[in-house]
């Protein structure tokens, strides 16, 4: 389902005609070093290569037969290759196919999600500069706080996925191993040196150390820095479902011309995409935790992980990458309303100003326990009034006894709280 809404860049590095195609990489490249080191005879690799191919269909064919994938695999290709197919796949055991050419399979995924990430790099600044003065209310709780600016949102965004992206080129530098090390992993029937040509020559690194696999963690690691991408997102796209909602209406998602919002209410704008990368993510934090399970495996190697993979490394990439697509076109075309924004700061009364008298009072000589019963009475009063905390604390004669009408009121003050935007924006490079 959901790769018919995806990149058909990502979609293919997972189809089975790119999978086949990275076996028979893998193949040859071993054949080019057995011949370079005079195991096979001079000239066998390029006639192999000449010859060597496969059809799925009849891969499948086979397999139905033997049980086995790389068997029926090696059956199709020796079919089209003759008699130099004695020379394929010399001393090596299935998982050093496996794995090597998932490892790149991987790494060609993994570079396609920072490509996205880096898009949306681009959107977080954008917006961050373009909202840096638009004041809003803070929220903690669900409660307003005081008041902050759209583009501080954006801009604790675009530090985030900075981190997001240093999170996936560690881990596509940590899945970028190869092995050629043979059945138990200790080059029995094997030279340490193919395993090092057909590396480099796939621009991998050889493992150090393995058994019959390449180690799982390095694919639990890939599938956390997945899951907690997915994760940021899920959280930008609450923030705006949160924004969206008919009581706060300070941003909404795109609504396109046609759209429809409800089979019902034709008044209706749900924030459908917001919802689907939330959901989604779901899903990827979810394969995660399978990925921590397969790095448990019996002895030298079980195949309990390898039906797993099948299914949660093309999901989870791929839904990564649908997300990411989405919510850069989300924000990247936010509907965003400032006036909105000012009448949710203003529909307080002014108790949002609340800590700035506490500081006052406290720079008069006042304990901070005198100060905040005070200004709490104050407030708490205003919010049960139809008065506003501006004319409630003039009329405070306690509060009157340290702060003059001028210093009550300079404490009302929105432009106060952007006095810091430009450190911050410096902090974070933009």
């Known amino acids: 389902m959901i790769s018919r809404y995806s990149r058909k860049e990502m979609v293919s590095v997972w189809e089975e005609e790119n999978k086949f195609q990275k076996w028979l990489d893998v193949e040859l490249a071993v054949c080019d070093a057995w011949e370079k080191l005079g195991k096979i005879p001079n000239g066998t690799t390029k006639r192999i290569t000449h010859k060597a191919g496969f059809s799925i269909d009849r891969i499948k064919a086979i397999e139905s037969e033997v049980k086995h994938d790389v068997i029926a695999f090696l059956t199709a290709v020796a079919e089209t290759v003759g008699p130099d197919s004695r020379f ?110 057909v590396c480099n020559k796939l621009q991998l690194k050889p493992a150090p150390v393995s058994n019959q696999i390449i180690q799982r963690d390095r694919h639990a690691e890939y599938l956390s820095a997945l899951a907690i991408t997915a994760s940021s997102l899920d959280k930008f796209a609450t923030e705006v479902r949160n924004l969206q909602r008919t009581d706060i209406g300070e941003a909404e998602e795109p609504f396109t011309s046609g759209q429809k919002g409800s089979s019902a209410m034709p008044h209706k704008k749900n924030p459908i995409t917001c919802e689907q990368v939330s959901g989604l993510a779901r899903i990827v934090r979810s394969n995660a935790q399978a990925g921590f399970e397969n790095v448990i495996l019996w002895h030298e190697r079980d195949i309990s992980h390898s039906s797993v993979e099948r299914v949660i490394l093309p999901d989870s990439t791929i839904l990564v990458d649908y997300m990411l697509n989405k919510m850069i076109n989300v924000l990247g075309n936010l509907r965003v309303y400032p006036d909105r924004m000012l009448k949710n700061i203003g529909q307080n009364k002014g108790i949002i100003f609340s800590q700035r008298l506490l500081l006052k009072l406290i720079d008069k000589g006042l304990t901070r326990e005198e100060s905040y019963r005070l200004i709490q009475s104050s407030a708490l009063k205003t919010q049960d009034s139809s008065d506003s905390f501006l004319n409630e604390i003039l009329q405070n004669e306690n509060v009157k006894k340290y702060l003059s009408d001028k210093e009550i009121k300079d404490c009302f003050d929105l432009k106060y709280y952007l006095k810091n935007n430009d450190h911050i924006f410096k902090q974070v490079g933009i």
């Open 88 to 197: 394929i796949h010399l001393g090596m055991t299935s998982s050093d196919v496996l794995d090597t050419a998932l490892a790149l399979q991987m790494k060609e995924a993994g570079l396609l999600i920072l490509q996205d990430l880096k898009a949306l790099l681009l959107v977080l600044k954008k917006q961050a500069k373009k909202y840096k003065n638009t004041l809003m209310i803070g929220r903690s709780h669900g409660i307003h706080g005081e008041p902050i600016t759209l583009g501080l949102k954006f801009a604790i965004w675009y530090e985030e996925t900075k981190r997001n992206i240093r999170r996936m080129e560690n881990a596509v530098d940590v899945i970028s191993f190869g092995k050629i090390s043979g059945a138990m992993g200790n080059y029995a029937h094997l030279d340490p040196r193919v395993e090092k040509y």
